[in-house]
C-alpha cells in the first residue's frame, strides 16, 4: 500500500518542513542514506507546548509531541526524494527528551515515535534508536527528533 494511502488512515499529513532555526539545512542525502537535522514539535513555526516533561507536560503529552517530531522529520526527508515510497528503511532514530532530573521514561516518550513509524511503515519502520533526558532544548521543545532512513 503507498505510504500515502497509510498516512490517509491514520488521519495524518505531513506538514512543510519547517524552517531553520540556525545555520543548517533540513536533511542531507549521502549516498542511500538520509540524515536529518534535529526536528522539534513545530506547528506552523511555533510550539504547542513548552517546559519539561514530568512538570509542564506529562507522558502521554510528551509522546505526542515525539509524534509531530516524526512528521516534521518526514517533511525534512522529503526535501530529498518525492516520495516517502522511496524509503526503504527507518534505520534510526535519535530522541532527546527535556524532562525535570527525575524524569526517567525517556524510552517511553521515545515509543511515541516509534509505534508512530511502525504504523506508517510497518517492517521498514523497525529502526536502531536512542532516548537520551536533557536540561533544556532550543525554544524550551519538550522533545528533538533526529532520523537516519535508507533510500533507493
Do not use: W
Amino acid at each position: 500500500m503507498p505510504i500515502q494511502d497509510t498516512l490517509n488512515q491514520l488521519g495524518l499529513e505531513i506538514p512543510p518542513v519547517p524552517a531553520a532555526l540556525a545555520v543548517y539545512i533540513p536533511s542531507k542525502r549521502v549516498g542511500n542514506l538520509i540524515f536529518t537535522s534535529g526536528q522539534l514539535p513545530l506547528v506552523a513555526g511555533k510550539l504547542r507546548k513548552t517546559g519539561k516533561v514530568g512538570k509542564d507536560l506529562t507522558l502521554a503529552e510528551a509522546q505526542e509531541e515525539a509524534k509531530q517530531c516524526l512528521l516534521n522529520a518526514l517533511a525534512a526527508i522529503l526535501v530529498q526524494i518525492p516520495s516517502l515510497d522511496n524509503i526503504k528503511s527507518i534505520v534510526k532514530l535519535g530522541v532527546f527528551v527535556a524532562g525535570t532530573p527525575e524524569f526517567t521514561e525517556q524510552h517511553l516518550v521515545a515509543n511515541g515515535a516509534s509505534e508512530l513509524v511502525a504504523a506508517i511503515f510497518g517492517e521498514k519502520g523497525k529502526h536502531a534508536r536512542f532516548a537520551i533526558g536533557v536540561s533544556s532544548l532550543p525554544l524550551d521543545a519538550s522533545v528533538e527528533l533526529e532520523v537516519v532512513a535508507e533510500v533507493e
